[in-house]
Structure formats: C-alpha cells, structure tokens
C-alpha cells in the first residue's frame, strides 16, 4: 500500500523527504462516509446529542467521564492533552498540550475560540446543548505496560454507557460524582464477553496526586499560552479544580 501511494504521489522509495504530510489521513472529503447525516448541510443544522473528545493518557485519566455541565465541557476540551503520535511534529512518547484534540489546527485567537464556546449556553434561542464526554483507549498498567483497556469493538460497552447517559433524566443514574466529573458506576458498563481480562478498578482509578500535578501543567500553560485571553469562565473552571484535587 505504501509503495503504491509513494508511486501515485510520484515519490521514489528512495526519497529523503516525505511523500504526504501525516496529517493527510485525516483530509478524506466528508461527502464520502457513507453514514454521514444526509442533513449535515443544512442551514439549520444537525441536533448533536454528545461531543466526545479522547486523549491518549497511559496514566491517570479513566477510560470514560462526563462533564459536569456545558462550561466545565468546555475546561475539559481546553485542558486536553495526549500522548503524542505520528501525526505531531514531536518525536518520542512525550505528553504534550492538545485543546479539543486539534492543536495543529487552531486558526485564531484560542481565547476567543473558548469564549465562542462558552457563549453557546446563553444564546437567546433555546438551545439544546450536547453533553460532553471525554474517553481514554489507552491507560496503560504501569506494572506490564499493556493496555488495560482492549479497545477497537469493545469500546462499543464504553459508547452504550455513553448514550443512556443522553436520555437519562436524573443525572446521578448509573454515575457517580468524581474530582473530574461524572464516573459510570461499578456495573454501568457491561463486562460480559471480556472473560474478567479487564481491571475496571483500574481503569476508573482518579488519583489524586496525579491531577494536583495536572493542574500545575495546566495552570502554567494557560498562563504562559493564553494569558489575559482566557474567559474567566475557564480561570473559575480551573480553581475549582484545584480546590477539588487539594481538599
């Protein structure tokens, strides 16, 4: 496949620089998915039930939480960062800051981008705000280093969990208050079929040493990357945080 796409880019295999940028994966024209909305040009757009971000974290951050509400979606999407990989212009295993999971695309202002999102919850219109989710395929045992997690079609218990979650109506059903957010309680995700594999103790562990230090690296990259840009809803966001990780 490789040696074919070098041939139809006109590379040779001998080539010193690369044939395609490692972000052109991602640039396959959306009018293709064949399960795309047939409405999603429309003016009006397309009713969104949840937003779900995913960091790529060997440690630390569970397998699946929910924000709190639309403002702490928002500090859960800005203070995202991830292991990097092939697609980012760093080298090695370092965990690096990536907002939204698009870091390399951010065209403007991030500050004003996290005020434009903030702003969709006191729009006049009624709005029906999606939730927000954030998942983590990848927490590793630190003990082996394998994944704890299995992944690809298994993530579908993640996902199902995911959905009541949407059309529940008290929002403490099948979860459970964390210092992060909203946790699935022990028994919300169906482990049947995994063969007892799977550390869900693990997997859902929020250690508490861990996000005092996450709030650090937070704190200094909004400081030193956004400064005075930053919406006070973040700032009151972030302390609330601390707070939470320091009781």
């Known amino acids: 496949m490789m040696k074919k796409l070098m041939k139809q880019r006109g590379c040779s295999h001998r080539s010193s620089t690369p044939c395609v940028h490692p972000n052109s994966r991602f640039c396959a024209p959306a009018a293709q998915c064949p399960i795309i909305d047939p409405q999603w040009e429309s003016e009006e757009g397309v009713p969104i039930e949840a937003i779900i971000f995913g960091g790529r974290r060997p440690e ?13 979606g928002v500090f859960v999407g800005a203070s995202m960062r991830s292991e990097v990989t092939a697609a980012a212009e760093h080298k090695g295993k370092m965990i ?7 870091r390399p695309f951010f065209g403007y202002n991030f500050g004003d981008y996290l005020a434009h999102r903030l702003s969709m919850q006191s729009r006049k219109a009624p ?22 997690w299995p992944g690809f079609g298994e ?4 996902l199902e969990w995911l959905f009541k979650r949407c059309g529940r109506e008290r929002e403490d059903e099948a979860a459970k208050k964390s210092i992060i ?7 919300a995700i169906e482990t049947k079929g ?9 997997l859902f562990d929020v ?11 937070l704190r200094a990259y909004f400081t030193q990357q956004v400064g005075a840009d930053l919406p006070a809803q973040v700032e009151a966001e972030l302390k609330a945080l ?6």
Do not use: C
């Open 242 to 247: 601390e707070d939470r990780v320091h009781s």
């Open 194 to 202: 995994l063969g007892g594999k799977v550390d869900m103790g693990a």
């Open 96 to 102: 690096t800051h990536d907002p939204f999971a698009m």
């Open 60 to 72: 630390g951050v569970p397998l699946v939480y929910e924000s709190f509400n639309w403002q702490h």
């Open 207 to 217: 250690p508490e040493p861990f996000w005092q230090k996450e709030t650090k690296e």
């Open 181 to 187: 957010g909203w946790l699935p309680v022990d028994g």
């Open 155 to 158: 993530n579908a218990r993640v």
């Open 127 to 148: 709005t029906h705000l999606p939730k927000i989710f954030h998942v983590n395929w990848f927490r590793k045992d630190p003990a082996s280093g394998a994944f704890l």
